[in-house]
């Protein structure tokens, strides 16, 4: 059994962004299994204001039920923001409508708010590169190192030799 790490899987949220979507899934995980149902996503997509026919909730399940087992799981439930980010959800989709929902509200959060939501969505994109311009440089400083012991050796023996 794999461990989940939604830091690891989801890099291209920030870490606040992942406590909000933890957040906002606990809240509506009213059997506190760890999981949302039919229901539950049924219930919440009323208070999100976006109602679903049996048929809509089933389908947004299914769009992104990894394990078919016809319930969410967290980590299910973030691949609902990365399709949205990534522009994979139709337009018409309840799936968009969660994800459009609940990622931020302007009213509550005020403009300042969305400007920092974005800004922080931003910022999350450029560490993720960043930390992969590190992990980069360091594979080139060991080779370069590798390289550098490589020819010592090759000095070495060929001095060792003249003896």
């Given at each position: ?84 980010a990534a522009g994979e959800l139709?337009?018409?989709s309840g799936l968009h409508a ?66």
């Amino acid at each position: 059994r794999r461990v989940f790490s939604p830091a690891g899987e989801f890099r291209e949220f920030s870490r606040r962004q992942l406590r909000d979507m933890e957040r906002l899934f606990r809240q509506y995980d009213a059997g506190k299994d760890g999981f949302i149902d039919l229901m539950e996503l049924k219930l919440m997509m009323e208070k999100l204001g976006a109602p679903q026919t049996h048929l809509g909730l089933k389908n947004m399940i299914k769009e992104v039920d990894e394990d078919l087992d016809s319930k969410l799981s967290f980590r299910e439930f973030l691949l609902i923001f990365r399709k949205a980010a990534a522009g994979e959800l139709q337009e018409d989709s309840g799936l968009h409508a969660l994800a459009r929902l609940s990622e931020i509200d302007v009213s509550t959060e005020g403009v300042k708010g969305a400007k920092n939501f974005f800004e922080a969505k931003a910022q999350a994109i450029n560490e993720a590169s960043r930390f992969e311009e590190e992990i980069r440089a360091e594979q080139e400083e060991k080779k370069k190192q590798a390289e550098e012991l490589k020819q010592r050796k090759a000095a070495f023996k060929e001095l060792q030799s003249t003896f």
